[in-house]
């Protein structure tokens, strides 16, 4: 599979290189419950999206990112570009002021309500980031919807500084959690699956049929997508939870 820079090579890596890794840094503090608009913001992420699809419009593109004077008016400018894909055009230029400014602009008033605000708006923010990256690798690259959402799910890959890998083998570099836990927390960090063989690799676990065992309880509680058939292994959005939760109880972030 193709990886999100060579999809989107055909940007210049002055504007490419910074997206990925703001991209990957909402991400990661999105799974570590880092939802301050300090730290989950879109606001840096839609100022490089603006820069991508106006050089993109012009055929050139500036060398670094920059935020225009005024960034609704700048982003109203972009549907006029008929040239573009439809999504470059419209969908993309109006979804920006609205991530913009559901992180930048929402801190005041985050008091009371039975809902966490800042949870809420995080969400919000990594479902329009993560919709856009998969429209720029897919158009970009020629792609289908399937196949960008692919890409952008590998660029997702959380990181945990506990977690060690050399590329091919990863190792929990604390042995002392359990069974289960460890399962959870290297299927987080492979996307977009992995195989009970290779899990049982880095974990080096002797009693394969308990190794089994533990991943059909994990697939029966819907933490796992666990098909026998093809041996691939998935997180779930409870086993993410779980793996959000573990991070923070027990102070993994850091090693």
Not at 65 to 76: E, G
Not at 225 to 245: H, M, N, S, W, Y
Request: hydrophobic share 40%; proline share 5%.
């Amino acid at each position: 599979m193709i990886t999100a820079a060579q999809a989107l090579s055909a940007v210049s890596s002055g504007l490419r290189d910074p997206l990925i890794s703001e991209y990957q840094t909402i991400v990661q503090n999105f799974l570590e419950q880092r939802w301050l608009p300090s730290e989950l913001s879109g606001g840096r992420f839609s100022e490089i999206v603006y820069c991508i699809l106006d050089g993109h419009a012009k055929k050139k593109f500036v060398a670094i990112p920059f935020k225009p004077a005024s960034f609704v008016d700048a982003c109203k400018k972009l549907e006029n570009n008929a040239h573009v894909p439809r999504s470059f055009q419209i969908l993309i230029p109006r979804m920006l002021p609205a991530l913009y400014e559901v992180r930048n602009n929402r801190s005041v008033g985050h008091v009371g309500g039975d809902v966490d605000p800042n949870h809420m708006d995080s969400v919000a923010v990594l479902s329009m980031c993560n919709w856009v990256m998969a429209e720029l690798v897919r158009v970009f690259h020629g792609l289908t919807i399937a196949e960008a959402q692919k890409v952008v799910d590998a660029l997702a890959e959380v990181r945990i500084p506990f977690i060690w890998s050399d590329g091919n083998v990863k190792r929990v570099l604390r042995p002392e959690l359990k069974l289960h836990e460890q399962i959870l927390l290297l299927t987080a960090v492979s996307v977009p699956d992995v195989s009970s063989k290779e899990l049982i690799e880095w974990i080096e676990e002797d009693d394969k049929g308990y190794f089994k065992k533990t991943l059909r309880r994990l697939h029966k509680k819907r933490q796992l997508e666990f098909d026998e058939k093809t041996d691939r292994i998935k997180i779930l959005p409870p086993g993410a939870k779980f793996v959000q939760d573990l991070v923070r109880k027990k102070n993994l972030s850091d090693i």
